[in-house]
């Protein structure tokens, strides 16, 4: 077995470093939570996953956490996804479609703007829109 080298070893603490972030959610300026529940599934919440891997990926963001959960209780609304920029309040997008994925992810997580024509909720609040 080779000896490992100063240059391995800061690889292997970067590594672990990212993870133990992805773990504890931390470090990052905003998660994306697509709701991925049976429900969501059936109605297309894997291309919406898709939409914002594409989007993290053509665009390198890498202070975005995304990330996936069960049903949010709301079949009748899905594919559906949380928006949540650190210091706000959580809002949920509804009856996605890769587009407006694409939409979102430029408007609010990059920009900051919720995208109101697609949002159901503000934190815990229905919006108004």
Do not use: W
Request: aromatic residues 4%; contains cysteine; glycine residues 10%.
């Amino acid at each position: 077995m080779p000896k490992l080298k100063i240059e391995d070893l800061e690889k292997i603490r970067e590594q672990v470093k990212r993870t133990t972030a992805l773990r504890e959610g931390s470090g990052f300026r905003a998660k994306v939570n697509v709701h991925m529940g049976t429900c969501g599934i059936a109605a297309g919440a894997r291309t919406i996953m898709n939409a914002f891997i594409k989007e993290l990926e053509t665009r390198d963001v890498h202070d975005v956490l995304l990330t996936n959960s069960g049903c949010a209780g709301l079949c009748s609304q899905e594919p559906m996804v949380t928006i949540e920029i650190a210091g706000q309040a959580p809002v949920k997008y509804v009856n996605l479609t890769e587009k407006k994925a694409q939409e979102i992810f430029e408007k609010h997580v990059l920009g900051g703007t919720i995208v109101k024509e697609y949002a159901l909720g503000i934190g815990s609040e229905k919006t108004d829109y």
